[in-house]
């Protein structure tokens, strides 16, 4: 049988508490089960009992992503309702700690569905420079007509990917009951009006150059 685990003083109080109800079973079964368990639970709190001993606000340390101790950081996570990715996702314990602080810190479930949310995990699937135009309460087939449950987003035609990537990509952004349509967009962005003057833009509007209808 393993030995029983080494109790932390916030672990071994609430060990000690639980004493007068616990039997020879709950002392040695199931390889230390209870032990273990408290060890687990009373971890987290050993820590906040350890800042509070030098900080009077010893919470405002824990749930701060930037100043969370690092065996804490899974418990400052359960708080702002963020799944942290697997260790085993990352090359270097470095690497993992700075990804789990970042999500933490911008907590992507209360951004899920806003337009910055959308437009960035469309970029992930475009290429490094792309257009990419998200156009609300509009639907393709009928864009004159204003409707709250409609959004179109717009890239060049010849850039990838295909409709069926971009929507996959825009699917977690979308509120139930709206719609989301892609649509390709003829014309040359500002990112390849190399040698381009204003002599060759005369007699389109502003509103041609921001809808990239021009040649």
Same mark, same amino acid.
Request: aromatic letters at 8%; proline letters at 10%; hydrophobic letters at 40%.
């Given at each position: ?90 090359? $270097?314990?470095?690497? @993992? !700690?700075?990804?789990?602080? =970042? %999500?933490?810190? #911008?907590? *992507?479930a209360r951004r899920r569905g806003t337009l910055p949310a959308l437009a960035a995990a469309v970029r992930e ?19 004159? $007509?204003?409707?709250? @449950? !409609?959004?179109?987003?717009? =890239? %060049?035609?010849? #850039?990838? *990917? ?46 041609? %150059? ?6």
């Amino acid at each position: 049988m393993s030995p029983a685990p080494a109790l932390l003083p916030v672990s071994q109080d609430i060990w000690d508490e639980l004493g007068p109800s616990l039997g020879p079973q709950d002392e040695v079964g199931e390889e230390h089960l209870l032990a273990n368990l408290i060890a687990t639970t009373g971890a987290p709190l050993q820590v906040l009992h350890d800042l509070a001993l030098g900080d009077a606000r010893p919470l405002a340390i824990a749930l701060d992503p930037d100043r969370c101790p690092l065996e804490m950081l899974p418990w400052c996570a359960g708080m702002y309702g963020v799944v942290l990715p697997e260790l085993s996702a990352y090359l $270097t314990f470095l690497a @993992w !700690e700075t990804a789990a602080r =970042t %999500l933490i810190r #911008e907590r *992507p479930a209360r951004r899920r569905g806003t337009l910055p949310a959308l437009a960035a995990a469309v970029r992930e699937v475009l290429p490094d420079v792309a257009f990419l135009r998200i156009v609300r309460r509009r639907n393709p087939a009928d864009f004159d $007509t204003d409707s709250r @449950w !409609e959004l179109t987003i717009l =890239t %060049l035609d010849g #850039e990838p *990917p295909s409709s069926d990537v971009i929507l996959a990509a825009a699917e977690p952004h979308r509120p139930r009951g709206h719609r989301f349509h892609h649509l390709l967009a003829t014309g040359t962005p500002w990112y390849d009006l190399t040698g381009t003057t204003w002599d060759d833009l005369t007699g389109y509007t502003w509103q041609d %150059l921001t809808d990239g209808n021009f040649p």
